[in-house]
């Protein structure tokens, strides 16, 4: 069975820093891998989509990598800033759901960035 | 473009009373997907719907919960006889058909039991 961890459950930097969130996943068998930030009472907005065969993908200050024969993905802010406070959580897909497209989720990274 | 919507945006409701929650994907995509997330838990998949193939329901945690799609767009999902256990925020999300495509997700509906 596919499990997601995000470690750690909570971060919490000064604006302006640079900062990786980490994402890790039992089975490599995966189509790709999707990054999504969550603010409070809303749903999900989509970051950014890595296909299993790419490397990294990049949206302005985001940069995400992943790593599919070590079962890992970082997610890359640049700069951060205040908007970027949300909890962020990565989700794959898995190969084994063939016939069903349903993404299986971390627990996701509570990021608060200080002003 | 529209995003995925969905109705209410908040229930309250009393235990044992029948919900429906109401989904409306993005125009042209066929593939649609209920996800729920309760307080202290992650994300979990409840159903699935493609095109006009039965829908996969391996997620859905009890007979008390259905959902059907209308003429391949709008979704409905019920709950019956509610209990505090089904409170959560119900995520709705859609994508075109293919391992390729991104999913999309409404703003949720917050259901609260009483």
């Known amino acids: 069975k596919q499990e997601v961890t995000q470690i750690p459950a909570a971060l919490s930097v000064p604006e302006g820093e640079n900062l990786v969130l980490n994402c890790s996943f039992t089975?490599?068998?995966?189509?790709?891998l999707q990054w999504f930030r969550q603010d409070p009472g809303k749903g999900l907005t989509s970051l950014l989509l890595?296909?299993?065969?790419?490397r990294e993908q990049t949206s302005g200050r985001l940069n995400a990598s992943l790593d599919k024969s070590s079962g890992r993905s970082t997610l890359y802010i640049a700069a951060s800033q205040p908007g970027d406070s949300a909890t962020y959580l990565c989700?794959?897909?898995?190969?084994?759901?063939?016939?069903?497209?349903?993404?299986?989720f971390g627990t996701g990274t509570r990021l608060t960035i200080i002003p | 473009g529209a995003g995925v919507s969905q109705s209410p945006s908040n229930k309250v409701t009393e235990k044992g009373k029948d919900v429906e929650l109401r989904c409306d994907p993005i125009?042209?995509?066929?593939?649609l997907y209920w996800y729920r997330q309760s307080l202290g838990q992650g994300l979990e998949f409840l159903i699935y719907?493609?095109?006009?193939?039965?829908?996969?329901k391996s997620g859905l945690p009890s007979d008390r919960f259905s959902a059907e799609r209308t003429g391949g767009s709008v979704s409905t999902l019920t709950i019956q006889r509610t209990q505090q256990e089904d409170s959560a925020v119900y995520l709705c999300?859609?994508?075109?058909?293919?391992?390729?495509?991104?999913?999309?997700f409404g703003p949720g509906t917050r259901l609260t039991v009483t």
């Open positions: 999300a859609s994508s075109l058909v293919g391992f390729s495509y991104e999913q999309y």
């Open positions: 125009s042209g995509h066929t593939a």
């Open positions: 989700a794959v897909r898995p190969i084994s759901n063939f016939g069903n497209e349903k993404l299986t």
């Open positions: 089975d490599s068998a995966i189509y790709n």
């Open positions: 890595i296909q299993s065969s790419q």
């Open positions: 719907f493609q095109g006009n193939s039965a829908p996969d």
